[in-house]
């Protein structure tokens, strides 16, 4: 029985050197030491033996039990080691390696646009103010003077939430929250979301920009529009820019025109921007309605005002020279860096 316990620890020893996981000294632990181990099973036979035999050979096999776990436990905190050592390796961190690059993104074109459009009023002395895109039909259309049969009411035409309420088809009703709001002298712009539904094509979105602009005041006239507005122009397309001013008709002004620029590609010569007619129509703009100015409570005799409205895309079209509304929502990095 000695020879088999020398031989057993022997063995054990042996395999316990080549051991390199914690998974195999396991199987050597259950192997030699689990409940049908090896030494188990010696140590479970020793009732067998006579008394003085039994005497020694427990102290024998109990000697061998502590060796071979003694030798266990010191494979096993080596390989512990080991492994730590591996991990610290491997999580190490190269402090010299150069940082990953950090992408900026850009301005949008229509931000761009709408931010150089603010820069010229607010340095012309307007503020810039808001109003919700979801509008009352009454702000939209009834205060604007648009009757109960102008076609832009429809069903077809316009988003509706329900009966009174809409999606703004324009920053127009901006004009009769600020009269509504407040006092003459008034020198406001109001840049926003718009809605039609609108099937999308090359120059049509369903969702759009508008900046709105209104003044009131004592005395205000068609000259102060035509001053404002051709300075405008001329700070956004450039010195040189002519403006023309067509009659045209809008509910919530009287008179009414449409604001032409000199066409900013060609010079006014003719070309594929300007449809060869050299001038590229940019805004709507009239004097501001005697009915419109009563919504907001104000005294037609006292005070009158002029409103304009411009299409940021259009704008932004026309000075970048993107030939499709679509590439303005798709978020397409390669398109909008192309704006830095
Ligand atoms: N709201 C008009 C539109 O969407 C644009 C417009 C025209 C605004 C004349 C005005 C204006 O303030 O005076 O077509």
């Not at 979301?193 to 759009?208: K, N």
Request: charged content about 30%; hydrophobic content about 35%; proline content about 5%.
């Amino acid at each position: 029985m000695q020879e088999i316990l020398k031989g057993i620890l022997e063995e054990t020893k042996e395999q316990i050197e080549k051991v390199v996981s914690l998974p195999e000294l396991e199987e050597i632990r259950i192997k030699v030491m689990g409940k049908k181990g090896q030494l188990t099973e010696i140590l479970k036979g020793m009732g067998k033996l006579s008394p003085e035999d039994r005497k020694e050979m427990g102290r024998i096999a109990n000697q061998t039990k502590g060796e071979i776990e003694a030798a266990i436990n010191n494979a096993f905190k080596a390989l512990k080691e080991k492994a730590q050592e591996a991990k610290l390796r491997a999580e190490k961190i190269d402090i010299t390696e150069p940082a990953k690059e950090i992408k900026l993104g850009t301005k949008h074109p229509l931000t761009v646009t709408m931010e150089e459009i603010a820069k010229v009023f607010k340095s012309m002395g307007f503020t810039l103010t808001e109003g919700p895109e979801i509008e009352t039909v009454f702000n939209n259309f009834d205060a604007l003077n648009a009757g109960p049969n102008h076609p832009a009411r429809d069903w077809t035409d316009t988003f509706y939430v329900n009966e009174e309420v809409l999606l703004r088809t324009q920053t127009s009703p901006v004009q009769v929250r600020t009269l509504q709001s407040q006092k003459p002298p008034i020198r406001v712009f109001a840049p926003g979301r718009c809605f039609r539904c609108d099937t999308p094509d090359a120059t049509h979105s369903p969702m759009f920009h508008q900046v709105e602009g209104l003044v009131v005041d004592e005395g205000i006239t068609m000259a102060d529009l035509k001053g404002v507005l051709d300075s405008f122009a001329k700070q956004m397309f450039g010195e040189e820019t002519k403006t023309k001013f067509r009659p045209h008709h809008f509910p919530f002004t009287e008179p009414s025109a449409e604001m032409d620029v000199s066409c900013f590609k060609c010079g006014g010569k003719g070309c594929r921007v300007c449809k060869g007619s050299g001038w590229i129509e940019i805004l709507g703009c009239g004097m501001v309605h005697p009915s419109v100015l009563n919504v907001g409570g104000i005294d037609t005799e006292k005070y009158t005002g002029f409103a304009f409205g411009m299409g940021v895309e259009r704008v932004a079209m026309l000075k970048y020279g993107i030939d499709d509304i679509r590439l303005l929502y798709e978020n397409d990095m390669r398109f909008i860096e192309q704006f830095k």
